[in-house]
């Protein structure tokens, strides 16, 4: 134990005058006669004072304020290391990438280390064992001042790159007093190819001392595609294995594509539907941020070019073909445009040809060399292709069959609609399960006037992608090659069709990009660095020390501080550089010196502070005795008593005796609690996203959603009940019981399949909705219909045509117009757009789901979606309520008239159209 303030010590010495004082004596009172007071010597005294003080009370007084001057003079209690002597220290710290999981405890023990040798006027030399951002190894920082010291360190962060023994070693080689030094090394455990020159310096110290954590903690993540083709990923440890953590595949916006139980030491498949896995952006370890904890995906697999072949006065703006085919890729694709021999001479994908982009046998030929060597061609009907299939043009002696046509055509064109068509335009059919665009939803809206029909033959049905109602093919293709020809039998303009004004047109050839090959490896010669992996596992600008790398040579490069993990190339079609490709197997590095156990680097504990609370207490406990002595405790204490009970008395009094629950204060949202955690987690998020957006979008003041059991919990106070199903789910009779009367008191459930049966369901898809057979068997339910754009639940605030979720295209159902019995509110919704993904938010006010296909786009769309079941579920049936209004004013007496008063729009109450 040492003392910080001794000075203060010599206040000891006025104890022998605190003695002297409590001790001292009143005189001896003198006897003088006074007859008057004979009476008063025959009172009987009943209390007597002491002439001294008593013994104890005296020894509580001085001891009260010794302890008072000991506390001020700032005892502090330290370890003493007996090796340590007052030699001057060196501190080594492993600053690389494998030191992130015990960051702030190597801060602590480089502070506690230091105090000592600080505290006996010996100097403190910090080393860093990793290089600094500019490539160069930073400077050893030398100080005898404790501040110096910690605001040093304080400042410190680990590097995302591994540490470099070799420059560590020339540091210390040129340290001149390394050898009357103590040399302590935070070490982080882990071997690398240059343990040998360390271990050979750090023998001329005067002692050497290694400091090592966990290394359970310091894990590495690794994924390749296997054998098989899929994603396989494996998470390793520094000699830990067993180790269960989770794994989460994320979007580029930061959303989760799927989260997986990982083994650690273990490898395991990474499964994703086709729709997700195209969205994958990273690999990462939940809790553990870090570069190597992150595995990066890039564009290499995904880089699939896309090129627009240039037709001769197509360029008008807003009506020409490439107008609308640039609008529609420019969001999705790497674009590029120009001509067949420029587009070609290129890495390229996909080629999209308009009508009349083809012309010239040279053209034609080397177009179709690309295609049979892996390109797709994407071909447009038009006026052109119409006549080139004509009966003069076809039977003409130097004509010859179109080899870039996946189908044979008909001669002209075919016209629906207009004066000179008995026909009427068609819609879109559904796409079947085996096409490319299964999965999307032809809007109701879009419908084709004109097109080039394919000839009637047999195996026609083999190459239809996409049909018309009436069973003519829209979208036709075949194999060429290793390539793909594929055949819109529209226009790419609106001139046939207003497919290309909708948003499903982007949607199909994103499709076609998607199946499409990519370019990997036929990039640039050279690699530069754009984005670097932080030490946190974000994408950051690169270090000033980052250095391109040659394509071929990416595979094999070592991350270090000249090459950092992160994303190499142009922006479209970067190529990621990972921790864990090259890198060794983990191995725990041999000891440098003796091994220090961490817990024992303590900082000083300063114990002034207790002594000096030990001090007033005994003054406080000398006051009680003090006015028990007088006989004023008990009055004292019979006020304390007496006002402490009003208090009391007046609190329970504003205290009500039943508690109310906080749902009748406010408006609250709930959903059913199903046993699953996670479940449950995404429930109340996603019901906590919604309202906020509808309390910061309406006068409908929300607060924090309730989880609840029917049948247990009271579901009166809820206008609203989102209901997740699971594939688990059983049949209860106590709750179907409780929802039927909840409905018919006007409260409204949205059941949701969570994405059952569609691509991200995971192959569980058939167990959930057996389940949701099971539990709504004896629900009061009403014959259910399609929601459609029509109903008033499509336009109760904002004016909508479709109703997404996480998921775009799912049917949503319920209950046919016409119910009278609950003011023809449908008091069920069920769906399966897996809403509360798309809804959540989490404590950082952050979206963690991705939602697909859409983007943030389809996110904005469910919220409008779930705002206009909220006010549906909070205001009823009333905008069919507006039809009445003329007539109801007109028996009231109004005098209202149609023409004088109507009912409001729709678009009046939107705040965005």
């Known amino acids: 134990m040492i003392l910080l303030a001794p000075i203060l010590l010599l206040g000891l010495l ?25 009476i008063l010597k025959r009172l009987t005294a009943r209390q007597e004072d002491a002439a001294r003080s008593p013994l104890w009370l005296l020894l509580l007084r001085v001891a009260a304020v010794a302890l008072l001057i000991i506390g001020l003079a700032r005892p502090v209690l330290i370890a003493r290391d007996p090796e340590t002597g007052n030699l001057p220290l060196v501190l080594v710290l492993d600053d690389g990438w494998a030191a992130m999981p015990h960051w702030n405890e190597r801060i602590s023990a480089a502070l506690a280390s230091a105090q000592p040798t600080l505290r006996n006027g010996s100097n403190v030399t910090l080393l860093h064992a990793a290089r600094a951002p500019d490539g160069s190894m930073p400077e050893p920082f030398t100080t005898h001042d404790p501040h110096a010291l910690s605001e040093h360190i304080a400042r410190l962060r680990p590097q995302p790159w591994p540490v470099d023994r070799t420059a560590l070693a020339n540091l210390l080689r040129n340290l001149p007093e390394l050898s009357r030094s103590r040399l302590l090394i935070l070490s982080d455990g882990l071997a690398t190819q240059s343990d040998d020159d360390l271990q050979n310096v750090v023998t001329k110290a005067a002692i050497t001392q290694d400091m090592r954590w966990n290394g359970c903690d310091v894990l590495l993540l690794n994924a390749s595609n296997g054998a098989d083709g899929a994603l396989h990923a494996r998470v390793d440890s520094l000699g830990c294995n067993g180790r269960n953590v989770m794994l989460r595949a994320v979007s580029a916006n930061g959303g989760t594509l799927a989260a997986y139980p990982f083994t650690v030491g273990k490898e395991q498949p990474v499964s994703l539907p086709a729709l997700l896995r195209n969205q994958l952006d990273r690999l990462s370890i939940e809790g553990l941020p870090g570069p190597a904890t992150t595995h990066l995906m890039g564009e290499a697999d995904q880089r699939r070019p896309v090129g627009v072949l240039q037709t001769p006065g197509d360029s008008t703006p807003l009506v020409g073909s490439a107008f609308f085919l640039n609008r529609a890729l420019s969001p999705i694709a790497e674009l590029h445009s120009g001509d067949a021999p420029a587009l070609l001479g290129a890495p390229l994908s996909v080629l999209i040809a308009p009508d009349g982009a083809l012309s010239g046998d040279q053209t034609r030929a080397r177009v179709l060399a690309w295609v049979r060597h892996g390109g797709m061609l994407v071909r447009f009907a038009g006026a052109g292709l119409a006549a080139a299939q004509s009966p003069e043009a076809t039977n003409a002696p130097d004509a010859a069959p179109d080899p870039l046509l996946p189908v044979k055509l008909m001669s002209g064109m075919r016209q629906l609609g207009g004066p000179m068509s008995w026909g009427a335009p068609q819609k879109l059919a559904p796409f079947a399960d085996q096409s490319p665009f299964a999965g999307l939803t032809p809007p109701a809206e879009v419908t084709v006037s004109r097109q080039v029909l394919a000839r009637p033959e047999t195996g026609l049905d083999e190459h239809v992608w996409a049909a018309l109602t009436d069973g003519t093919p829209l979208v036709t293709a075949r194999s060429e090659g290793n390539g793909e020809i594929v055949l819109f039998h529209i226009t790419a303009s609106p001139d046939w069709s207003n497919l290309p004004l909708s948003g499903l047109f982007p949607q199909m050839l994103e499709r076609l990009i998607e199946r499409s090959a990519g370019v990997s490896g036929n990039g640039p010669a050279e690699l530069a660095p754009w984005r670097a992996l932080s030490i946190d596992g974000t994408l950051a600008p690169p270090p000033q020390a980052a250095r391109a790398i040659r394509a071929d040579a990416l595979a094999n490069t070592m991350v270090n501080v000249t090459h950092p993990a992160g994303l190499y190339g142009p922006a479209h079609g970067t190529r990621a550089l990972n921790l864990a490709q090259t890198m060794a197997p983990l191995k725990e590095e ?20 207790w002594l000096m609370a030990a001090g007033l207490l005994l003054l406080m406990l000398d006051l009680l005795l003090s006015l028990k002595r007088r006989g004023l405790l008990g009055p004292i204490a019979a006020v304390l008593i007496i006002g402490a009970t009003s208090i009391a008395g007046a609190s329970a009094q504003s205290t009500p005796t039943s508690k109310v629950p906080q749902a009748a204060l406010e408006t609250r949202l709930a959903y059913v609690l199903t046993g699953h955690e996670d479940v449950d987690n995404v429930s109340r998020e996603g019901l906590q996203g919604l309202s906020d957006y509808v309390s910061a979008r309406s006068s409908a003041l929300l607060g924090k959603p309730d989880g609840v059991v029917p049948g247990k919990d009271d579901l009166a106070f809820y206008p609203f009940l989102y209901w997740p199903i699971t594939a688990d789910a059983q049949a209860d009779p106590v709750r179907t019981k409780a929802l039927n009367a909840y409905m018919e008191h006007g409260g409204i459930i949205l059941i949701d399949e969570q994405g059952a049966g569609s691509d991200i369901d995971g192959g569980s898809g058939a167990a959930v909705k057996a389940a949701l057979q099971r539990v709504t068997d004896g629900l009061t339910i009403p014959p259910l219909a399609k929601l459609t754009d029509k109903h008033v639940l499509a336009h109760t605030f904002y ?74 579920a909070l205001t009823g049936n009333y905008k069919s309520d507006q039809a009445h209004y003329p007539e109801m004013l007109r028996r009231l007496g109004g005098g209202a008239t149609p023409e004088s008063s109507g009912p409001t729009t729709d678009q009046d109450e939107e705040d965005a159209p």
């Open 14 to 38: 006025a104890l022998p005058a605190i003695w002297w004082l409590v001790r001292a004596t009143p005189p001896s009172p003198q006897e003088r006669s006074f007859p008057s007071l004979i």
């Open 799 to 872: 004016l909508l045509h479709g109703f997404q979720g996480r998921l775009a295209g799912q049917p949503v159902y319920v209950a046919r117009n016409g119910d009278e019995s609950n003011d023809d509110v449908s008091p069920v919704i069920i769906g399966s757009s897996d809403w509360a993904h798309a809804w959540a938010v989490d404590s950082s006010g952050g979206t963690p789901f991705a939602v697909v296909p859409g983007g943030e786009d389809q996110r904005t769309q469910a919220y409008r979606f779930g705002m206009n079941m909220v006010l549906y």
């Open 590 to 609: 041999r000891l440098l010196g003796k091994l220090l156990n961490p817990n024992g680097a303590q900082t000083d504990h300063p114990f002034g502070p």
